[in-house]
């Protein structure tokens, strides 16, 4: 059985799309929340309070996420964040936005490893639930993961999930793997994997090069662009008819809660968005994602959906 964690997206895991996504496909062990940002002076989004209320988060078991390097409010947050109910929280190294990691945030603490080693010594001590982190090889180079590792290994963590990317490389060029399994053996900590695992045979390309067959994975794009995945990691079959239906019966259901909520104004964009990975299902991707981009309107937009509907899914 392997465990599958859905990374945070900004922009597209909200609430609405994980409820919706369990609902329709299910098969994730744990949802991670989009990072709730925090600095002096500086109240968080309410947006993003509110997506981490546990009534719009039933039937799942979600971890939230956290991104600042104030350690009183680190710690305020945590506590407010337990009180909810919650028992985990995950602290996130691996935002590699310039406005995220010029401010000294995300990936941005990769930098200066011996801050993170300070941070972790005044916050452990000081939250009653365990801490994971989200981090990246490293800031430049992937051999920092090294250093990095170090500095874990003094503190007791739940868990390290590893994007096998630099920050500069942001999304781009492929992953390497083979920097995240040469700290495996030299981790006190649990290393979990995350980075270009976007089919069955990316999942097994990853088992030849680490050696094991991981039985729990951090997966994000890949489950945007194919929200079988992970249920297909473990054994499951779909033919076409199924997977189209099942597609379908998901968009109505997130177009319909999306309108319930949004203002008018803000529900193409939102559903553009929503596209831009979930074109990703359809034969002809970039026909697809072209066709939502030039809807101009909600009913050009419900028009080109029931043309696109029409039109056949990539070949399983």
């Known amino acids: 059985m392997i465990k599958v964690l859905f990374a945070p997206l900004q922009g597209y895991t909200d609430a609405i799309y994980r409820q919706l996504h369990n609902k329709h496909f299910g098969g994730i062990d744990k949802y991670y929340a989009p990072y709730l940002r925090f600095e002096p002076n500086k109240e968080p989004k309410n947006s993003v309070i509110n997506d981490l209320l546990p009534d719009n988060n039933k039937d799942i078991d979600l971890i939230p996420q956290l991104l600042g390097k104030d350690m009183g409010l680190f710690i305020e947050h945590t506590k407010r964040l337990q009180e909810q109910g919650y028992t985990t929280v995950n602290w996130n190294l691996a935002c590699p936005y310039p406005m995220v990691y010029k401010r000294g945030f995300g990936s941005g603490l990769l930098k200066s490893p011996e801050t993170i080693n300070e941070l972790l010594s005044e916050i452990i001590p000081k939250i009653e639930i365990p801490l994971s982190i989200k981090c990246r090889l490293g800031f430049e180079s992937k051999s920092e993961i090294n250093g990095l590792i170090d500095v874990f290994n003094n503190h007791d963590l739940q868990e390290i999930i590893i994007h096998a990317r630099t920050a500069k490389q942001l999304y781009k060029g492929t992953a390497s793997p083979i920097y995240f399994n040469s700290v495996v053996s030299k981790s006190k900590n649990k290393l979990i994997y995350n980075g270009d695992i976007n089919t069955l045979d990316d999942y097994n390309n990853l088992s030849e090069i680490l050696g094991y067959k991981p039985d729990k994975l951090m997966i994000g794009r890949g489950l945007l662009q194919n929200p079988f995945l992970a249920k297909e990691l473990n054994?499951?079959?779909?033919?076409?008819?199924?997977?189209?239906?099942?597609?379908?019966?998901?968009?109505?259901?997130?177009?319909?809660?999306?309108?319930?909520?949004?203002?008018?104004?803000?529900?193409?964009?939102?559903?553009?968005?929503?596209?831009?990975?979930?074109?990703?299902?359809?034969?002809?991707?970039?026909?697809?994602?072209?066709?939502?981009?030039?809807?101009?309107?909600?009913?050009?937009?419900?028009?080109?959906?029931?043309?696109?509907?029409?039109?056949?899914?990539i070949r399983k």
Not at 249 to 265: F, G, P, Q, V
Not at 284 to 293: A, C, G, T
Request: avoid cysteine; proline fraction near 1%.
């Open 235 to 313: 054994g499951m079959q779909y033919d076409n008819e199924y997977r189209k239906k099942t597609l379908q019966a998901y968009h109505d259901d997130i177009y319909t809660h999306y309108n319930e909520k949004l203002e008018k104004s803000h529900i193409l964009r939102k559903m553009q968005t929503f596209w831009e990975y979930f074109s990703y299902n359809f034969e002809n991707q970039r026909k697809v994602y072209k066709l939502i981009k030039k809807a101009v309107n909600i009913q050009k937009y419900e028009d080109r959906v029931a043309e696109i509907f029409k039109m056949p899914l």
